[in-house]
């Protein structure tokens, strides 16, 4: 599922979402739309308690995530870069993490990026550079968020995580580079 949430920086209120996939997509956006009417703040949406099935879902909810994340970005525990300025960091030889697993990379990645699974990460931390702006990302965001975590924890001060991840990111150029009949910046897409 793919979620975006709008929400307003000074009152913290929510504004509105968009969502797209498989599954209760529109139970989310219900859920958005009660907390809209309600006047209701990204606190409030990462504290909602929502019904779920163990087997099929996890406590926390897509929603409730949205919440956490907005939060993190407004209390600047997490920079991220959006997916439309992506082509501009792999163009200019930005210093680029997958830390999806060896096999998730060989399945497709950005061209130029370095493969520094989340599962090796602390022990790898020798390799990645301190003194510029480090960006991350996974397959879908969780995993680049995890290592943004452990390597600020660790005093590296300027690492970035990619919004929306390399669902995202395949996404978005899949479509520009159709229309603009451009050269793919990642070795294969990936929209699974």
């Known amino acids: 599922m793919y979620f975006k949430l709008l929400f307003d920086k000074q009152s913290k209120k929510v504004l509105g979402a968009q ?3 498989k599954g209760n997509v529109d139970k989310r956006i219900d859920v958005i739309a009660t907390l809209i009417k309600m006047d209701g703040t990204i606190g409030d949406l990462k504290n909602l308690e929502l019904a ?3 087997m099929h879902g996890t406590a926390k909810d897509v929603v409730n995530v949205a919440g956490l994340a907005a939060e993190n970005i407004l ?3 997490l920079e991220q ?3 439309s300025k992506v082509r ?6 930005a210093y680029i993490i997958d830390v999806g697993e060896a096999n998730e990379y060989e399945a497709g990645h950005l061209k130029g990026t370095h493969n520094i699974p989340l599962s090796e990460l602390r ?4 390799e990645i550079p301190q ?3 480090v960006y991350l990302h996974c397959r879908t965001g969780q995993r680049s968020y995890n290592a943004v975590r452990i390597l600020k924890n660790n005093s590296f001060g300027n690492v970035m995580s990619i919004s929306g991840s390399y669902l995202g ?4 150029e899949y479509f520009n580079d159709l229309s603009g009949k451009r050269a793919p910046i990642v070795t294969e897409y990936n929209f699974n």
């Open 19 to 21: 969502a797209v996939g």
């Open 52 to 54: 779920y099935f163990p």
């Open 75 to 77: 209390n600047g525990d």
């Open 81 to 83: 870069v959006p997916v």
């Open 88 to 93: 501009e960091l792999v163009e200019a030889d």
């Open 123 to 126: 022990n790898r931390m020798d």
């Open 131 to 133: 003194d510029i702006p």
């Open 169 to 172: 990111i395949s996404f978005f």
